[in-house]
C-alpha cells in the first residue's frame, strides 16, 4: 500500500520519475552485494570459442571478443580484460533493462500503476542479482535475455519488428539454447498481435512468426548435431586454461 498511495497522489510523469530513481539505487544497492569481481572458468573460457574453428555453436561471443582484441591496442586474452569486458555488458545490459521498465511504465494505465511497480520491484531483485552473482556473471544468458529485450521493445513500441528474425538469428548464434528459454517470448507476442491485430497486419506478423520459427528449428537440428558436439568437446579441451587466472 505504500508505495501505490504515495504515487497515486503524483502525476504519472513524476511517479515513474520517481520510482526509476528507486529502482537505480535499489538496482546498484543489490549489485554490489552480490558481484565478486571475478568471472568463472566456466564463463570466461567460452570467449576462447571462435568461428575461426568452423561453424561452431556459442561461437559467436569469442568471435566478437577476438575481434576487439585485434582492432584494440590491448591485449584483451587476459584475466583482468576479460573482466572488465564482462562487467561493461553487465551494465550495458540493466542499462537497458531499466529503458525496458520505463517503456512499459510509460504505456500502463494510470489505474494500474501503482501495482505494476510492485511487479517490477519484485523482478527487478532477481534480474540484477542473477547477472551480478559469480554463478551466472559472464554468462552467454545475458546476451539472449538483452536480445529478446530489444525485440520485446519492438514489439510494444509497434517499430522496428522485423529486427525480431534478425534478432533471432543472432541470439542462436550466441548459444542454441535460445530456442527453448527465449524464443517463445517473442513468439507469444507475435501470436498475440496476429489475433489482436487488423487483418493486413496480421498477415506481415504472420509472415514474421513463420520466419522466426524457421530459425528455431534449425537451431534445434544444428545444436543436436553429433559433429557440433564433438566439435564443442575438443574446443573445450584445447581452450580450458587459456582465460583463467
Request: aromatic share 16%; net charge positive; proline share 2%.
Amino acid at each position: 500500500m505504500g508505495i501505490e498511495k504515495t504515487m497515486s497522489q503524483m502525476p504519472k510523469k513524476k511517479q515513474i520519475s520517481r520510482f526509476m530513481w528507486l529502482l537505480i539505487l535499489l538496482s546498484c544497492a543489490i549489485f554490489f552485494l552480490d558481484y565478486d569481481e571475478r568471472v568463472l572458468p566456466y564463463n570466461s573460457t567460452i570467449l576462447a570459442f571462435s568461428y575461426k574453428y568452423g561453424f561452431i555453436s556459442r561461437g559467436l561471443a569469442g568471435t566478437i571478443y577476438q575481434w576487439i582484441d585485434h582492432i584494440l591496442p590491448v591485449n584483451m586474452i587476459d584475466y583482468a580484460m576479460v573482466l572488465r569486458f564482462t562487467l561493461i555488458v553487465t551494465l550495458a545490459f540493466y542499462v537497458l533493462f531499466f529503458a525496458f521498465c520505463y517503456q512499459c511504465m510509460k504505456r500502463c494505465q494510470e489505474e494500474y500503476l501503482g501495482r505494476f511497480l510492485y511487479l517490477i520491484l519484485f523482478y527487478a531483485v532477481f534480474v540484477v542479482s542473477m547477472f551480478a552473482y559469480k554463478r551466472n556473471f559472464g554468462r552467454l544468458d545475458l546476451y539472449l535475455m538483452a536480445l529478446t529485450v530489444i525485440g520485446t521493445m519492438c514489439l510494444i513500441a509497434k517499430k522496428a519488428e522485423w529486427l525480431i528474425v534478425p534478432l533471432s538469428m543472432i541470439s542462436v548464434m550466441y548459444h542454441q539454447g535460445y530456442v527453448f528459454m527465449f524464443y517463445n517470448i517473442l513468439l507469444a507476442l507475435l501470436v498475440y498481435r496476429l489475433l489482436s491485430e487488423k487483418e493486413k497486419k496480421a498477415r506481415i506478423y504472420y509472415g514474421v512468426i513463420l520466419l522466426v520459427s524457421l530459425i528455431g528449428c534449425s537451431a534445434s537440428f544444428c545444436g543436436s548435431s553429433s559433429s557440433a558436439i564433438r566439435m564443442e568437446c575438443v574446443m573445450w579441451m584445447r581452450s580450458s586454461l587459456m582465460l583463467r587466472r
